[in-house]
């Protein structure tokens, strides 16, 4: 298994609220119908009760995502919101049970039976892993390893003659990895003499394949997400929250009379965070940034800088491959999963992520902008994760 920016840490773009429930089963989902070949007439999703999944499957939305990949519509359409009730419409039986799983071995673990139109059945193991990620490792019975990231033969995971390719959700890997580790990143970035976010950048043009006008133009691309669902998140009326009342624009709105203690640029990036994070709880589409419980803290601080500096989108391409680049190391020697390792490896994670950026914009070399990083993300070490009613709000947008 290989790890890039665009699928591990700057994304998926997703429908909120979180990445390991929203987009991590989303894709889950949409694998299982690959493998499964033909529409889905009927499937039963169970979840273990004393797992995450269990617990907050309905407040999270992780009904709505597996219905959406079952039913191959894409997560980011506006049928996500009434996925189930369209399943439905269309014939398409789909069950959701909290039960015993004794094999379960991770927080976020689903099995699936899933019945088709042609009656086609399979039996999926399966379990999402944080930021989006996930790992299928049984289908009827065989032990597998799908996670999204290559093409794979159904030969191979149904042990039959069938010649199709199962997709991948993910871009795939074209070519070997440049560093994987700090140290490494560091000593690349010194000896071509290039700044910690073109290092980064330079990373993903070698394990995607991609060109650098190419790899640019994606990472503006999802800035573009992460500066709509700030906006959104200012505009009360895009705001349907469980437990918090909008109040990024009323903030933001106390920064412009001048009536909060200190004000500035500081300010602007905790509200436009708060208002990133209003938009992903209220299920519209945002970029994991490394997940969907920390979508605000790097659009906070990036969208503060642009309209502070209005920052050439080139360049804030680079900020974004700086920030990338610390979460590529989180990445590969951890883990972005909340339930397993806690809230700093989300919320802590994009703030050190946020500060190498804001020290790449200063002009800062790489060993500058990996020393804050480090110093942001030992002073969030140890949060727990404790959500109030299974719900990304409660402490979630204070935190970010």
């Known amino acids: 298994m290989f790890t890039s920016i665009f699928n591990d840490v700057l994304g998926p773009v997703m429908r909120g609220p979180s990445s390991s429930h929203t987009a991590g089963s989303y894709h889950i989902a949409r694998t299982v119908r690959d ?68 094999q379960a071995d991770h927080p976020n673990f689903v099995v699936l039976e899933v019945e088709g139109v042609e009656k086609a059945r399979l039996t999926v193991e399966a379990k999402s892993v944080g930021g989006g990620t996930f790992i299928i490792t049984e289908v009827n019975g065989r032990s597998v390893h799908l996670d999204g990231k290559s093409y794979v033969p159904l030969a191979e995971v149904l042990e039959t003659g069938a010649d199709r390719l199962i997709e991948p959700v993910y871009y795939t890997q074209r070519g070997e990895a440049p560093f994987t580790s700090a140290a490494g ?20 043009m070698a394990v995607l394949g991609l060109g650098e006008d190419e790899a640019i ?37 106390n920064i412009d009379a001048g009536r909060v203690a200190i004000g500035g640029i500081h300010a602007r990036a905790a509200a436009a965070a708060m208002a990133a994070m209003h938009a992903c709880n209220s299920r519209r589409v945002v970029c994991a ?50 339930e397993v390792a806690g809230c700093q490896v989300e919320i802590g994670a994009a703030g050190a992520m946020a500060a190498a950026a804001v020290v790449e914009f200063a002009g800062g070399d790489a060993g500058q902008a990996a020393d804050a990083a480090a110093i942001s993300f030992q002073n969030t070490m140890g949060s727990v994760c404790d959500l109030v009613q299974g719900m990304c709000e409660i402490p979630c947008h204070t935190r970010n």
Request: proline share 3%.
């Open 289 to 338: 940034a490394p997940t969907g419980g920390a979508a605000g803290t790097i659009p906070g601080v990036m969208t503060a800088l642009d309209a502070a500096f209005e920052v050439d989108p080139r360049q804030m391409a680079k900020l974004l491959f700086a920030a990338g680049g610390i979460g590529l190391i989180l990445a590969i020697r951890a883990t972005f999963a909340a």
């Open 35 to 102: 493998i499964l070949g033909e529409n889905v007439r009927r499937a039963t999703i169970s979840f273990d009760r004393d797992g995450s999944y269990g617990q907050t499957y309905v407040q999270q939305g992780v009904d709505l995502a597996f219905a959406t990949g079952l039913m191959s519509w894409k997560q980011t359409d506006a049928i996500f919101t009434v996925a189930l009730a369209e399943a439905e419409k269309q014939g398409s039986i789909l069950d959701f049970q909290v039960t015993s799983l004794p």
């Open 217 to 253: 133009a994606e990472m503006i691309r999802r800035y573009d997400v992460m500066k709509r669902s700030v906006a959104d998140g200012f505009d009360d009326a895009k705001v349907n929250m469980l437990l918090l009342e909008p109040m990024a624009a009323t903030i933001s709105a």
């Open 185 to 204: 990143m560091l000593a690349f970035a010194a000896e071509h003499g290039c700044s910690l976010g073109e290092a980064a950048l330079a990373y993903e």
